[in-house]
């Protein structure tokens, strides 16, 4: 049985860049996990990193949970927020625990041309434990070698330039958009007029916009980074 | 007074990629023209080429009419669809004779990283043209030189990976949903289900997803190739 | 059933680039059609191209039934060699109409940044056909819009960056080895030392490189482009 | 009224950079301010660091003061020279603190692409700062949210590939000579004879080719990242 | 010994390109030869076609003896101007026909990042016909195969980002200057203020530039797309 | 007489990516010198980091000693593996250091689009410090200023997509096998099966794909990043 393993830099990525299609896996009996890199304690400009830190937590326990993902497949590093860096060996290393002790089929990360400096520096991130996790190198970061057969890149911050692979997910779209309910504490109305929100009626638009260029309905858009193997 | 010139590579671009904006400056007072690099004759699994042409011309008369364009401000090379070519010296020089009589200060191009192959070569094409007609050679295309100072590139069928300018359309959003409505050759209705359709709701999608990521409304997303002055 | 298309600038690069995924596919039941966009009649030295066109299709007829690809799934568009066009309306639409007919749930193709000119002008008139005849415009290049799901580029002439998929083929090698022997016509024996020539040992190189990157045996790299379904 | 920030990685950046510029809107009556990331203590062969960058300090003050910038409105972070750092949240929000309190609606920065590895470095370090100093987010760096409307790179190491915007300095030319002048520690007369050295006639080279290009008379050259309004 | 050979788009490119190398050349006794695109015959305002194309030719003899070529090295192929076509066969050809009678052991073309589109054709022509020339195949276009061994590429519309060789030209400056004044149909004297005119001092602007990036003096900066021995 | 200066981020990478070239330069009674960023000592499931890196030292100095090189012209930084790091000021200042000491005329590192990350980041390291050893500035890194005339990329863990340079390596393949031999601690049979292992059989592999490409024979392939003189 497949394991699905989505990374997301802040709490709310994971809902943003493939909350539809987390859908489609657990509703398909998959387990489905969720590592947190970091908890987005920095993100409000009146709630105290302290704070704000478990309060995002709990949205994204919460926002998970509608997605049909249980709460203790939710993994938190707690990376400082805005501290991601591909070149931390223990950072690393923490991340490659995961991914041998999850042994993940299929991984989901932002994609690597994402306008935010954290996406992009937590898909260099993933993309380098990857590929040290698999090797038999390495021990002490735990668990036997694991090569994770699929990756792919989500968009949240910035479009894909050139999607590889589109998920319809006309069916899962409100659960999708009920999930980012969850996350009150980064809306306009936490946060103050003229801040990026796109919780409710915006997080359909970039999935609307990807199914009207392929057809109608709603998808989620995807680079493509390893594959295991061809879908025949 | 600004002149503003939109090229497209078939009619309808011209409102998907800068509609919001072509309606400001009409409102503005200035002076907008479209060039229409072909008429889109082939986009359709019904109507013969020969019929589709002609109607989609008047499908866009009368959707940059609605933007409070003039129809004779209109100009359509009828280069045959699919066949855009910048290395065609007859279509350089068909865009050149148009640069130096309109004069622009401003021009709308697809922006050069589209995914569709004719958007691309349109805008390599108005680059190539850009240059030439700026010079006091080649006297031969007509006029004298023109150097049209400032030259954005819009999105349409892939989104820009990091977009330079935004401009906020929230109030003339409207006037573009309705343009569009006008090109009803091109809508599912007429082309059959699974084929790719932003007329009515999915024309705010796009939009919709640029403004939320910059605090809210809808946006257009440009590239930027040229600059005249800095604004101050 | 799987369909699988493989579309080659020149006879023989579809042995090199994926011979042994080929016989993957027969092996297992699937359609394999090859379309080979030139016939290669230019590479000799000696042989006249009238003379050699017709050469080389016979060997490929013989290397592709190595393959067990049988002669009557081989299409020949005869386009000049040398003259693969991504601009010229009339190839476009022969691949389109050979996507109609034949179609491919999987498709080969030349990787895009291949070293020679004219792989990338394949995979360029490759990817833009692709998109087209999956609209259902352009009816008059026949049959109605089909979508290929997936599409992968192979390793020919460069090798490719950053491969996404390796397909292990350790046990068609030696098929795949065969294969290329029926390309007489491109041996140094036929053309003199100093030519290239990846017939016999050296069509086990790359392979092998491959395979002892990834943990033995030999491999083909692709690019993926497409991907129809995630693999779970 | 326009507020302009430039910001140096090294003293003498400013200057080689944009310094005819910097003249035109000090002319014009525009705030001008200078950040400088590092004093660039370690550029010379015989001279300490500890003294060099007070040394570099003073002619900076120098310089730009022949620009028409006042000397209050030079802000030092004294980053150690060599030691700029995108991944350094100290030195991420030390530059928010200053476009918050500085709150400029022109900022020029090195070019990404400079072949300088700090020019670079500080071109990234400018534009992560610049997306979080605009969100509300992040209080504990001080003031409210600032966007910076208008982000131009300017060349010194490497020249700009493709220039989207060029000013014309044939005005401001000699202004930008003197004020080279003023750095005399990094003259080849303090350095030695092999190492490069831009004060003196070469400051008119690389402006001299712009302006050769474009029309005749010396001018900069730009990258836009971010551009406020479309100049009309 | 060594056998130099000059493509240019344009008359006049190869002095501004190389002109201080070319005379590096001449002067050690090296057979330098140069391969002329087009005539440049569009590049005029006042000038007809038919009448430009033989003046720029003589300017050309006159430029390139300044700089020690024979006016029997070099070569016309009277490409219309604006019309250098990659994907030409008849153009491929006839630069393989010159690369197998001349046998350059170093070549110099425009770098294929120029701004201008005649140049990055002429480029990408340059390799295509580089490539196929030094294979036995095409012998239809004359001669043995001849293999390249060194390739580089020149800066003349554009500068080249990253310089991988740069030679010092401060002995052959004066020489490279007066070449360029030959070419007088290409003056603002002859075209009319706001056109672009590197002859005269402009023409020791870039080398200026380059040279005082590099510790003094003059020189011409160069991309390496290919490299025949290693020096040492 | 040419002094060489391979720098390898792991001991093997310099058999592996030049090791027939190196054979060739001390053949011909130039010094050869290896600068080893760090000991490989994370490269092992079983042997502790603490035992493996004096292992591999053991290792190189005999897989360098097969190819002709000195042992005391080995220098080890002893980074720890996996921690190189190009924003490090002791590492950019350590490499400097060894430059200006050894003074190398030819520099080989691995290419800079390499796809393993430590490799990536020892050839920006490599290339940071070449430009900093080659200034009069920073001489608290000992020696006077030492300018590297050129600089190799070479290919271990992936291909390099477009090969400047090819040196024909068919004469010293067998001791570049033999050295190979010499890395045991890297052999599937101390790791386990799945591993990556080209030594023995594989090493073979890569030379022979790309002598295959161009004549026969053996080649290693690499990038050009500095050229010093133009071969003549």
Redo the contacts between chains.
């Keep these: 049985m ?1 394991r699905v393993l989505v990374v997301a830099a802040h709490p709310d990525d994971e809902v943003l860049g493939c909350g539809g299609s987390i859908a489609h896996h657990t509703t ?1 009996g ?1 387990t489905v996990g969720v590592l947190y890199l970091t908890s987005g304690e ?5 709630v105290a ?1 302290d704070q704000l830190g478990p309060i995002r937590e709990q949205e994204a326990i919460a926002a998970t949970g509608v997605l049909g993902v249980a709460a203790d497949e939710l993994t938190w590093l707690r990376i ?1 927020d ?2 991601v ?3 931390d ?1 223990d950072q ?1 290393g923490a991340v490659m625990t995961v991914l041998r002790r999850f042994q993940p ?2 991984l989901y990360m932002p994609h690597p ?1 994402d ?3 954290d996406h992009r ?1 937590a898909a ?1 991130l993933c993309l ?1 434990a990857a ?2 996790a698999g ?6 970061w735990g668990g036997g ?1 694991w090569w994770t ?2 990756i ?1 890149g989500y968009e949240v ?6 999607p ?2 589109l ?1 319809d997910i006309t069916d899962t779209l409100e659960a999708k958009v009920t999930a980012l309910w969850c996350y009150r504490s980064q809306t ?1 109305t936490a ?8 919780v409710g ?2 997080a ?3 999935a ?2 990807r ?6 309905g709603f998808r989620e858009a995807f680079t ?9």
């Design positions: 497949s398909a998959r920095h993100a409000s400009p009146t990193p400082p805005g501290g860096d591909v070149r060996s690393v089929t299929l041309d306008g935010s400096f520096e260099a380098r590929g040290m090797s038999a190198n390495f021990p002490e070698p057969p699929t792919l911050w910035s479009p894909i330039a050139d590889v692979y998920e306009q946060k103050g007029a003229g801040q990026a929100d796109y009626e915006p359909r638009y970039l609307g916009y199914g009207a260029m392929t057809g109608g493509v980074h390893r594959l295991g193997t061809v879908p025949l």
